[in-house]
């Protein structure tokens, strides 16, 4: 049985990606270049104004639209000052990372146990936000501050700062290797991280390899965080090819094609640090 990625990434306009087994075609991904997506980017923005009948603000990122930022999706670090900790913790499926990580009830992405928007920011007030939804219409993108940072089989998750598994493991036992490999692997204080369903049944030394490869980029996001002024973008998404080969390719794939230069330099230089 002979599996391949056939890439096609010639035309500028449109972006074709296929698996194809012993000559049939299993899956295809296209993605149009020319249509705007900022999901998955992450910025640092500048709050223009503030919404209390809502509980929202409304943050200018640098691309034209303000976006949406609902107090539910203020991460815990912005407040941290402001509310009483008592360190009650009730979630059975996180591992405990240090004293110093989030409450999870203090830290949930929900309004509950948050103070109201006003007191948390101010008109000017920088923010790290990633949109988590485009702007429909009129209406701007929807914007986080809670980061996420997929990678092959790990969600890099830096305001989370403890490990936890997918929800979709519904497993027991595969739960609990992957509990103990990650004790293995000793993540970084000061991080959080989520096993994505592709992590199941994996080495640890996999699940090393894909941590180093997002510890090293989070330092970079950091690097550009410190130096950078708000509104401006800190963190693009990988682009479909990127995306595709990181969460499909597999040894189970005999051979990748290409048929663009610059994508193949860019495939392989990935594919070096995956």
């Given amino acids: 049985m002979k599996k391949e990625m056939l890439i096609n990434v010639l035309q500028p306009e449109e972006s074709r990606i296929a698996i194809v087994e012993d000559g049939t075609l299993e899956e295809l991904y296209v993605e149009r270049s020319s249509a705007e997506n900022y999901v998955g980017n992450i910025y640092k923005g500048k709050v223009v104004n503030i919404e209390p009948s809502i509980q929202a603000a409304f943050v200018d990122f640098g691309v034209g639209r303000n976006g949406f930022l609902h107090v539910s999706d203020v991460e815990y670090q912005y407040y941290k000052h402001m509310v009483k900790d008592d360190r009650r913790d009730d979630d059975h499926d996180d591992e405990r990372r240090g004293s110093r990580r989030p409450p999870k009830h203090l830290n949930e992405r929900n309004a509950r ?10 008109r000017g007030s920088e923010v790290l936000v990633q949109v988590i939804k485009e702007g429909i219409g009129n209406k701007g993108p929807t914007l986080s501050t809670y980061i996420s940072i997929p990678g092959r089989y790990l ?29 293995n692997i000793r993540p970084p204080e000061g ?21 180093n490869y997002l510890v090293r980029l989070w330092e970079t996001i950091v690097g550009k965080i410190e130096k950078s002024s708000g509104p401006t973008e800190i963190y693009a998404e990988s682009d479909m090819m990127i995306r595709t080969i990181r969460d499909i390719y597999a040894k189970e794939i005999d051979a990748v094609f290409i048929d663009e230069d610059a994508a193949y330099e860019r495939a392989r230089d990935f594919m070096k640090i995956v």
């Fill in 155 to 183: 969600v890099l998750m830096p305001g989370l700062q403890r490990v936890g598994i997918s929800r979709k493991i519904n497993d027991e036992k595969a739960r609990r290797q992957l509990r103990q490999s990650m004790r």
């Fill in 113 to 122: 146990n948050k103070p109201p928007i006003q007191d948390i920011l101010q």
């Fill in 191 to 211: 991080l959080g991280f989520i096993v994505r369903t592709a992590g199941v049944d994996r080495e640890e030394a996999d699940l090393k390899r894909d941590l």
